[in-house]
């Protein structure tokens, strides 16, 4: 198999990238970072973006979407790395998005993936409550009544919660923490009595929120999938979720490699070009393996996401683990060799370390997913 982008990728990538260069550049991220903007992006070219067919894109034509697949959408992904474009993707259209469309009642999903699509509706996914990964650590209690639920908990970690319109809550029907069976998702209303959403900030100037949950009712309806069984949900959505931020950091790593080399053409030192000296050419070298083994590695995890090959979720930690360890590398070395510079705000270079280390974190870091990757392999 081919391990090459499409005619229609290619085009897609093109569209992509111009888009974002002219609208959501590294200084569109400075600008609501230096101005503490309550949203953290754009709603206008959120929007914008979403007329373009971005946001629909793995969603059905019947709700407005494209019905493409996650390898279309990691092309959009990439650039947005490529950008630190700091929009909605993985919370609103990855996970939130995902898990309506694989679980929701064709009622749900009409009620709201038709305003996902049209960039109108924001989803944030609330499941996490460790300061680490771990996708069964979860305490939060549903308690059944006669009419509902009672959900009652706290979540951290909530990606653009402090902006969704939905709030999607994985709760324990039964069970207790660490168990995958017993685990339930609810439509959550977050402006709802009972439940406190407070804005926290990351080190690469995005959004999350801590999301607090007091005795909140929620109706029957509001159930996603079927009572108990939500881990199938967010497996599903984890494995989706991981390999677009592994996009994310393909460019990041392509983009810190292109400005780093550009650098070493241009950067003079004691009279001559410091891209000359032989040490610097070898770990560009290194960087150039990283990043084009990290290409392959997530184009070959999105298509098998999207043919349903048995062994998906293998490749798609084997994705994040390559990736977050490339990106690392690649960050790091680009700040180094563009010296005292690349320590400053001024320079670009460690906006990208930042947002870099923040993904690498993100639904579990390079030594999690290779302990996974181990386990679904059998050993």
């Not at 998702?185 to 801590?210: H, K, Q």
């Not at 881990?231 to 959505?237: E, F, G, S």
């Not at 960087?287 to 998906?312: N, T």
């Amino acid at each position: 198999m081919s391990l090459v982008l499409t005619e229609e990728q290619e085009l897609l990538k093109e569209t992509a990238a111009e888009f974002l260069r002219e609208h959501a550049p590294v200084t569109h991220l400075r600008e609501f970072r230096d101005r503490e903007d309550a949203v953290g992006f754009s709603r206008k070219l959120w929007k914008e973006m979403a007329a373009l067919g971005w946001a629909g894109i793995p969603f059905e034509e019947t709700f407005g979407g494209a019905e493409l697949g996650m390898a279309e959408l990691g092309v959009v992904l990439e650039e947005c790395g490529r950008n630190l474009a700091p929009y909605p993707f993985l919370s609103t259209v990855v996970m939130g998005g995902g898990v309506v469309a694989a679980g929701g009642t064709d009622a749900q999903k009409q009620a709201i993936l038709p305003g996902v699509c049209e960039g109108e509706t924001i989803l944030a996914l609330a499941f996490q409550e460790t300061g680490r990964f771990s996708p069964y650590a979860i305490s939060t209690k549903a308690e059944a009544g006669s009419d509902g639920f009672k959900l009652s908990g706290e979540k951290v970690f909530v990606l653009d919660g402090h902006v969704a319109d939905h709030l999607i809550v994985a709760a324990r029907t039964s069970g207790t923490a660490g168990e995958r069976d017993g685990l339930t998702l609810f439509l959550v209303d977050p402006s709802g009595e009972g439940c406190e959403v407070i804005r926290t900030n990351t080190i690469d100037s995005r959004n999350t929120a801590r999301v607090r949950l007091s005795g909140v009712a929620v109706e029957t309806s509001a159930v996603l999938g079927e009572i108990g069984a939500g881990a199938d949900l967010l497996d599903l959505a984890f494995d989706r979720a991981t390999v677009a931020v592994s996009a994310e950091l393909v460019g990041i790593s392509t983009e810190v490699f292109e400005r780093t080399v550009t650098y070493l053409k241009t950067r003079e030192q004691f009279g001559v070009l410091i891209g000359t000296f032989q040490a610097l050419k070898h770990r560009a070298a290194e960087m150039f393996c990283e990043v084009e083994l990290s290409q392959a590695v997530v184009l070959d995890a999105l298509r098998a996401l999207d043919e349903d090959r048995p062994g998906a979720s293998r490749l798609a930690s084997a994705a994040k683990a390559r990736c977050s360890d490339a990106a690392s590398l690649v960050t790091c070395e680009g700040l180094q060799m563009h010296g005292g510079i690349g320590m400053t705000d001024e320079e670009e270079i460690g906006l990208f370390l930042k947002r870099a280390k923040v993904a690498e974190l993100t639904l579990g870091d390079a030594a999690y997913h290779r302990d996974r990757f181990a386990q679904l392999t059998g050993f």
